[in-house]
């Protein structure tokens, strides 16, 4: 998009304009329409030069940070598309799951309350026996 004024212009052009200057006048002067004059009112009016510039700053930081989140989550998503393919869990491995090839198995005769299993090592020998708790 081509600019032909600077926010510095367009702030000087609202100042002409409260300062009384009609609005019809002023356009003609300036070269731009009512319309761009009340668009830049809604956008502009009340500031001072320093405030536009700081608006240009966050208006260009704000992009770069919407760019940013895009990025990553498009690669969020690949990742999620790529586990899914390849037929892995998409998840982590549940909370307080065994990790060092142990498995709960409940002691015969206990109810079936999940305090009173006691954990056994998966042995690659035939026949082991549990360790007693």
């Not at 052009?13 to 300062?19: G, I, N, R, S, V």
């Amino acid at each position: 998009m081509n600019k032909r004024f600077t926010e510095e212009q367009i702030i000087g052009f609202l100042h002409e304009a409260e300062a009384g200057l009609p609005i019809k006048e002023l356009c003609r002067r300036r070269g731009f329409s009512e319309a761009s004059y009340y668009l830049w009112c809604s956008k502009f009016g009340g500031m001072s030069v320093s405030d536009a510039k700081r608006l240009k700053e966050l208006e260009s930081e704000n992009t770069r940070l919407k760019k940013m989140l895009a990025e990553s989550m498009l690669e969020i998503e690949v990742t999620r598309e790529t586990l899914r393919k390849s037929g892995e869990r998409t998840l982590p491995p549940r909370v307080g799951a065994p990790h060092d090839g142990t498995r709960f198995e409940r002691e015969s005769g206990t109810s079936g309350d999940p305090h009173e299993r006691q954990c056994t090592a998966l042995s690659a020998k035939a026949g082991s026996q549990p360790e007693p708790a």
